[in-house]
Structure formats: C-alpha cells, structure tokens
C-alpha cells in the first residue's frame, strides 16, 4: 500500500510530504489507510500535488478548515509571527472553550496539528517548544487562497478591481504588493488619489458585513464597519477619528492592531471615544506605533487578554491598570507603568 500511495504521488516531494503528514493522523492500519487510498482519485500531468493537498484539506476538521484558510489574509511567503495570528482565529471565534486549557494553547494544537499534517511550515519554536513562527508552502498557499474565495470566507486583494467585487465577502487582506502604481509622478498621484477615494469612501458601502480587515496600506473609515471583529494594519496610519458620534458601532471589535498615530493636540480627544467604544475588546497591540495615552475605561473591559503598548525608554509610559479594575482573563500587558 505504501508503494501504491507512493506511485501516486508521482515522487513529488511535497505531495509526499503532505500525504505522509495526513496518514499520520490515521490509525495505522490497512482499513484506514484504505478509506484515504478511495478519496484518491487523481488525475495525471503534474496534478498529483494538487491533489494529495486538496485530499488533506478536506480530512481537516471544521475549525481547523477555517484556521487553514484565514493563512490567505497573509502575503506569500510571509514568516508569521504566530501570537498574533492566534488572537486573530480568537477573536473571530474559529477556538472553542476547553476545559483545562486557555484559548491560546488550544490555538497552539491547532497549529500543531496543522504543522504534523505537513500543512504549514515551522520557521522558529521558542524555548518550550512551542511554535513562534511559521510560513506556508506556495502551493498550499494557493489552496488557502482558492478555497477562502470559494467558501466566500476571505478576498485577498491583488489590485483595486479586487475590492469593487467582493460585496459579499465579510473578510478582507489588502496585501503588501497589491497597489503598484506607476513611476510617473503624475500618474502615481492620480492613482494614489483614485485608491484612497474608493478605499476610504466606498468601502464600507460595498462591504458591509465586514468582519475582518488586514491592510498593509490605506485604512478606510473604520467608524462605519459596524460588524468588524479584526482590524489589523501594520504601518503607520492615520485612522479617520473625525467621527467619534459613530464610534459606538464599533463594539463588536476582539482585535485590534495598529501603528497608530495620534496628533495629542487633535485627535486625543477622538482616540479616547474610538478606544471607549469596543466593550468587547480582547487584543489591543499599538506597540508599533508613538506613544498614546488610554482612557481609563478601556481597563473595565473584562474581556481584554492582551495589551501591547509602545514601550520607549525616551517617552513617558502609559499608565496601567485601576486598582478597581478586574481583568480576570488578562495575560499580556506591556508599555505601562505602575499607577
């Protein structure tokens, strides 16, 4: 049975490497094994890679399905600082509550288990030996992207047209390398004008389920995606926080990530109602960006786990914490000072 799986495969290393990772989630015995050499009707030409991967994604379990799929919002060949990805498949929901284990380290077996499955690729583990960072193969990538669009899960945005027909979608990655404009200066401004116009006014009007937004660019006006649960962007941006009448929409936010810049003398004032308005935060990362001072109110929001601030040595550190305060499910807080 080995040299039939084998033959199969066609002596591709990949596809070897992926069956080998999902036959060793089977008991191993001959009946299993068979039931997986059933589901392997594959065609010929180069197609065995396509296959045996396609053949593993769909042996994945529901929330890992969801997992594997959410690698789409991510660029290709990007290394992925995995702490943050797990806050995001957290505050999306895809982690069920266990019983004697936190959320994160049921996102750590997920991986785990993504990882034996030879579906991802782990680039660095820490001193316990769990995974810090992990990549993904381009053609298992590929699958990622195919099947995200399939499913209407996730639109990974390649250029503008991209964001004009993706209404439906309630997840979106405007990647890195998505908006190359032209060297001509003129045009360049022309062109920059056209992304911003369609990217900050429209967007919300064409997409308004969004529940996801990962943006390596422009950030719309957030104050108008009253469903979002992820709002990542990691460069410097301005936010729109000329609103603050609408930033109570923003309650269903979990994750929160942002190189955020704040004038103190304009928009602190904005920043402190945007903050104010997500009762439901659980990820608040503004460690890549200037120093900004937190209201007090964000330290009542029970369902905070991880608080990351700028912690420069020549800047004055936010301060943490109430006394009063009862951030039970708190894990992570960094860039505060004691009160």
Known sequence: MGKQFAKKCGGLPLALIVLGGLLSRKPMNSVAWSRVMQTMDWGTDGEECTAVISTSYEDLPFAL?????????????EEIYVESLIR???AEGFVPQGENKT????AQSFLEDLA????????????????TFCRMHDLLYGLAIQKAKEDNFLMAC??????????????????????????NLKEAHAAKHEMEELYGESMASKTPNMRSLLSFRLIPKVSQLKHLKVLSHKRWARVDLYEPEMFG??????????????????????????????????TLDLSGGPICDLPDCIWYVKTLRHVLLPDYS??????????????VNLQTLSGVTNR
Not at 65 to 74: H, L, Q, R, T
Not at 103 to 106: D, H
Not at 161 to 175: E, G, K, L, P, Y
Not at 249 to 276: A, G, H, P, T, W
Request: net charge positive; proline share 2%.
């Open 314 to 327: 020549w800047h004055a550190l936010t301060s943490g914490p109430l006394p009063s305060a009862a951030l």
């Open 158 to 183: 390649s250029k503008i047209n991209d964001v004009q027909n993706c209404s439906q979608t309630r997840r979106m990655a405007i990647h890195d390398d998505s908006w190359k404009i032209s060297c």
């Open 116 to 131: 034996q499955r030879s579906m991802i690729q782990v680039s660095k583990r820490s001193f316990d030996g769990s995974i």
């Open 249 to 282: 929409r923003l309650n269903q936010l979990r994750y929160v990530e942002l190189s955020l810049e704040v004038d103190r003398n304009k928009d602190v004032y904005n920043f402190q109602k945007f903050i104010s308005g997500m009762r439901f935060l659980q």
């Open 65 to 77: 399905k969801s997992c594997f799929m959410y690698f789409a919002a991510f660029s290709e060949d």
């Open 88 to 90: 995001m498949w957290i």
């Open 103 to 106: 959320l994160e380290g049921i």
